[in-house]
């Protein structure tokens, strides 16, 4: 199981860094690069066109503002691609969502919420579990715990009021 | 290969055909059904929850306005869930988009682009290609065809001008 | 009288305080609990189809983002539900504010301002002074001190020009 | 029962009618009228204040635009106001929804999706039947045969795959 | 000359205060007052209805949020009013323009920017101007020193370059 | 008492024409040009320049998508000028709104709705009644036949229900 | 002078057109193609890397929804890249612009209005006119007609009134 | 080769400052200035008339809110306007961008990012290369380097992982 986690420029580890640790936590192997579709697009596009023969199973994308990303990776792959929109300093992340989420016919990009590294990781274990009985085994555990916790806050919630 | 499409009203079926057709083209077997997390939340619910024993393994949601359908299934199954916004009478779609794309931390919805089904087909079949190696060689032909026609277009424009 | 107050997060509670407050100082039960329309459904299902029944008469739901609670608790009770859209870390409320009010046909929900908890109460307390005349009689003494507070300020502005 | 609703042009009727027809057909008495906050200010502002006198017990105001018709409504009355934003010729609703749900802090406005005069209706007759056991009966199987619907659409859609 | 300033909350005076100051700084009279379209509604139509009488000329009318506060002032009087959007905690004053400058016809609102409190003062000296000649004399002077102004910060710039 | 109104394409008159109609059946002289801030900057400037000596009392700038044609008439003269923002066939006009409404600190533009010409036609008017007593006359007249108008639309609602 | 227009759709030609049209009248040659980012992201690169050595000197870029063409573009070439956004049939174009004028730094592309197509063509021009005086030469004479053909619109306008 | 940026307000200048030290650093005579279109429209206007006689062979010009500086420029000049929308305290610089990049047709601006600085220089840089070699020659390496700091984060990000 292999994953890569393509982000555009290195500042957008901080946000990038909560799929990159859920993945690892559930025992997937990740790769963690930065490239630019604009910056450095032979480079970029070299990855995705070698990422099945590689081994990767799932790409994400994270970019932010005019966020090409994940759409030239998803144009050079037949992998499926997720897209993680990165909010930047002006448009409160709305310039990445619609740059990501906005694909034309015939290359879909997986866009998940601005600024959402979580989901974004969780989304490349829910597809990679369709394939490994055992991240869906461990996916099931996650969502139990996950519940559990809400219960928990919710039990918190109650006993102060 | 079982897909299932929940669409929130049979008005979306019209949009929703895209994706139907290019998964059946692909000879994937496709549930097309209508449930609203509104107005029949328990189908909706009972059939997310049943969704992997009986086999699914990716499902679409589709839906308008304040779209919950794809974010409600995926909070009632561990399946990856493809969220399609289906542009309604008001604000141009942006409001189906916000609700299917922005899912808070934990159940991550995959969102294509407004009316975007022929993409919501075709990232459940690069997903479902994880798995089955003869959808992904279907999809790499696929995708040259795509090129090719593009390709051809091109030609055609150049001969007219 | 008996209102609910679901939030999707106990981090909304600081906002949510608001609307517990008002409805407590008018005399009336509040029960506030943290359940997700995607991470605890069953809860929140649970909870809506059971309202009536255990005597609740108006539902707040509070969430942020693709905000589907109130519309969720909507879907599986008949009682009148008040959402309360949370602003988030970006999109400004907006994503919240269309995931709540936005809602199809058949199943309303009575949205409120992005962060207007006063007002989420308020509005639970002039529906159920359709039928208790003491809430009535309390909401007009209430509209008469707001009144009057604006009318101070007024003076206090007048007298400091 | 009774139940006013108020709209600033008669050009909104056609939409405001769903609700007109919905609360008629649950044996609501409905007062319709023509009022508008900017162009009959005293007219409305004197509806608003003897409202309750005359024992309406909801008020759904519809208007568009810079829609203030609701808010000043609610702010002359004591009873819950449902504001039901109008599409208009530009902004695609927009100014309309958020002129009715942002209201300040103190005066609250219950509002529902632009053009979402149905569900106005469905959610004065929600905040009746607080009150009146004869109009939750009927909102039971009201929500039950919009179910029915849904699943006979449903069948249908099987039907023809 | 007589102008009022009409807020909706004392909290907006802090930005009010740049109109307050220009006009005083041109010999306007001017009355600064609280009075809230929805919390004391009767207190602002009287004011707009007994305006003209009182010898004012222009009215200010400034407002956040669902801001009604200038159109309700306009609906009441046949003074020209100025509304001033107010930026609020959410929606960065998206909802308070809309919700001033889309008035429908027949009651004009003259709009200025959000938080535009010194273009509201210069729009009212703008429009006092047509009368009154010792005002668009000092304008013609306020004009001249804005321009020498921009001027010598241009000169500033060159010299640090 | 005479009235310029500029638009920047003669393509928008057919929506000017409302400000224009209302301004003569009102008796004031209007002068009604095609001027662009962009393809004739000179005439504009000139135009602008000269307005106040020329004897007109309020200029309306009417202009789409980027809307320069206000702002720059409103730094050319010291006239109140009205700005229209009228809708193209991109953006639904918040463009054109934006770029009239949100200008700089020091030159204000009294904006009105998108396409609100009659609004801006009635503002002119109002504007022209702080000096022209007839003016203001006939603007209670104005506003009482509008009143009348309503309630003679309401009569006709309620005869029909 | 050698300018290429490069669009994403042989659909978006009939907008495109208006850029090639006015290159033409020039006596620009110019090379109009159909590539994609997306579908035929190699040709689309080539293009890029080779258009300075096969003289081009500025290339046009047209590109609807997540319109990533120009930006790819830019990063494959150091030519000015002009970028057109498309309108498609949801989100108005605001997509389209989005993706197009919020590039990221290091990497210009020069954006145009939305379906602005003639624009580009002249902004080609202009750009080309720094280097041919024969350009700019006629670009002043174009400058004076169209200067002159609203001074005509201004007329006919005039004798209609 | 020299470049003119002119600015709507000094207090553009922290954001302006990367146009300015890019096009020095290439070796272009750059005149840095504050003019208004609103506030000294007679400066901006003059200095666009004459900026091809002195010279210039590029305009940047930067604005914010109601952006108008760099249309006006264009309207006045034949020279290729880049358009730099500046972020302001309100609407998050959707109105600077809209302001500018918006240009009815006839009259181009070259708009990029919001505070997009950075890039207009390098467009600026882009447009001179097509006349001036060295400057094309200066602008590969830029670019190279570019890439190259790219690699080198990518390669310092896989080393802390």
Do not use: W
């Not at 144009?75 to 990165?86: A, E, F, K, T």
């Not at 969502?97 to 015939?106: A, E, F, K, R, T």
């Amino acid at each position: 199981m292999k994953v890569a986690i393509i982000m555009g420029s290195d500042s957008d580890f901080p946000v990038v860094k909560d799929a990159y640790d859920i993945l690892k936590s559930f025992g997937v192997t990740v790769e963690c690069r930065v490239m630019s579709a604009h910056r450095t697009p032979d480079k970029a596009i070299a990855f995705a066109k070698n990422a099945e023969h590689e081994g990767f199973e799932v790409i994400i994308g994270a970019a932010g503002k005019a966020a090409h990303l994940p759409g030239v990776l998803a144009g050079c792959s037949v992998l499926p691609v997720i897209g993680l929109p990165i909010k930047s300093s002006t448009m409160d992340g709305l310039d990445s969502l619609l740059s990501i989420v906005q694909m034309p016919s015939g290359v879909p990009v997986a866009s998940v919420a601005i600024n959402g590294a979580l989901n974004a990781g969780l989304l490349a274990l829910q597809i990679l579990s369709i394939k490994y009985p055992e991240i869906r085994a461990q996916f099931h555990d996650y969502k139990k715990q996950m519940a559990e916790a809400v219960e928990k806050k919710d039990a918190n919630l109650q006993s102060q009021l």
